[in-house]
């Protein structure tokens, strides 16, 4: 069973840093291909990150990139977010999903972490 355990959000002033974990079991990790994704309150999935496998490839979207970094730590199966210079649109509660991008939004997530930015 596909097993994802988000940590790390909180409350944080805007141009504030957070660092998201995701612990997984129950799947291959080292060979698969993890994504982020986001859920504003009152709006719909958003996909923000993806990295390979080796990480080796990592993209964002455009509302995120320069000021967030994904990676991973493949020997411990962790997912990981960076968040820098937070804004108040930042604030969502943040998914890992143990998919690529094109199936991110569709693909099993944990539970979530809550990121609220707002001073």
């Known amino acids: 069973e596909v097993q994802l355990e988000e940590s790390g959000g909180g409350l944080v002033q805007p141009g504030g840093s957070l660092r998201l974990s995701c612990l997984t079991s129950g799947f291959e990790f080292n060979w698969a291909w993890m994504s982020w994704v986001r859920q504003a309150p009152g709006k719909g999935l958003e996909w923000v990150s993806t990295?390979?496998?080796?990480?080796?490839?990592?993209h964002y979207a455009d509302s995120v990139k320069g000021r967030f970094t994904i990676s991973r730590d493949n020997p411990n199966k962790t997912l990981y977010l960076q968040l820098n210079s937070l804004k108040t649109e930042d604030t969502a509660t943040y998914y890992c999903?143990?998919?690529?991008?094109?199936?991110?939004?569709?693909?099993?997530r944990g539970r979530g972490t809550l990121v609220t930015v707002s001073s």
């Open positions: 999903v143990n998919s690529p991008r094109s199936t991110a939004l569709t693909g099993p």
């Open positions: 990295i390979s496998s080796s990480a080796s490839t990592t």
